[in-house]
């Protein structure tokens, strides 16, 4: 069996491999298996090229980093909800999101996250598969929160330090308190209604995460995003919002990125607990859809925001 090549993704960035030679065949060598990991651990995100573009092939390659998951949200379209746990659809529709970004006009945009922040367990990694790739746009952005934290400024990184962030599941760009493009234009919000729900509105309960975090290996990871942030725990007030938005933008400010072209027969594997992640939109006129993998992790550094209590006591 031919062995797996392994790439530097970009000479210029300290994350990222891509990989070729991944098959059905080769994912069951323990050997390849092993190295996969191995690279997921140390570069934090892993391209695959060529791969057989099939559901059964894109959970064989997410259970090499762990067990798949259900997705925390039942509503979530999914790609096979019997046979296919944890994998999601992401796709443009009638109800989608619109945005204006230097006046043109984009779907499936979503400014830099974490997947499954709203959520105390967050998700380890995923595996994103590219079904319909639109002619114009849908590129997928990486930045490592290791080079980011090692960075940023010091003195701005020491305010990161010890942060605990909010999170819901109220994703509306209209709440959006910071982490916006300055030439950003909400055409049409998302029609979901999700974020109407008493839980996930902006001041109801959220989960809580750290903004830098310490690897096994003792490196700090920065690890924390706008969307759906709804303060610091125990204080949701302006001056809260504006640290938050100081230590973001410091963080935009010296993110190395990569950008994925989509191709046919590509794969993408991340680090969810590592690795923010951007979609940069695409053309409402054009399909496109994407779906996603949720994986397992054997650790999880996020907890539920207590009660008020004046709510504990009823």
């Not at 210029?12 to 050997?31: I, P, Q």
């Not at 690890?223 to 725990?233: A, D, I, K, Q, S």
Request: glycine residues 8%; negative net charge; contains cysteine.
């Amino acid at each position: 069996m031919k062995p797996i090549e392994v790439q530097q993704l970009d000479e210029s960035l300290a994350f990222g491999s891509r990989v070729t030679g991944v098959t059905s065949e080769a994912l069951d060598d323990e050997g390849v298996r092993a190295k996969l990991k191995s690279l997921l651990d140390d570069r934090g995100v892993v391209v695959c090229n060529n791969v057989e573009q099939t559901s059964e092939l894109q959970v064989k390659l997410s259970e090499v980093f762990g067990p798949l998951k259900e997705h925390p949200v039942y509503s979530v379209a999914r790609a096979d909800r019997d046979s296919l746990p944890g994998v999601i659809v992401i796709t443009a529709g009638p109800g989608s999101c619109v945005v204006e970004i230097d006046g043109k006009p984009l779907v499936t945009w979503q400014p830099w996250h974490f997947d499954h922040a709203y959520n105390n367990e967050m998700m380890y990694a995923a595996v994103l598969r590219s079904i319909k790739i639109s002619k114009d746009g849908g590129d997928t952005a990486f930045a490592d929160g290791i080079q980011i934290y090692n960075d940023m400024d010091p003195a701005i990184r020491e305010k990161a330090e010890g942060l605990n962030v909010l999170y819901n599941l109220d994703l509306r760009f209209g709440r959006q308190r910071f982490g916006l493009p300055k030439n950003f234009h909400l055409v049409k919000e998302h029609d979901s209604p999700l974020g109407d729900l008493s839980v996930n509105n902006e001041n109801g309960r959220c989960s809580v995460h750290p903004a830098v975090w310490t690897c096994p290996t003792g490196e700090k990871v920065f690890h924390m995003c706008p969307y759906g942030c709804r303060g610091l725990e125990g204080d949701r007030s302006d001056e809260a919002f504006a640290l938050l938005a100081e230590v973001w933008d410091e963080a935009e400010r010296v993110m190395k990125v990569y950008t994925h072209k989509w191709e046919q027969g590509d794969m993408v594997v991340w680090d969810n607990t590592r690795v923010l992640h951007e979609a940069t939109g695409s053309n409402p006129e054009q399909e496109r859809e994407i779906h996603r993998t949720t994986i397992k992790g054997d650790f999880c550094h996020g907890k539920w925001e207590e009660e008020p209590e004046s709510e504990t006591a009823a």
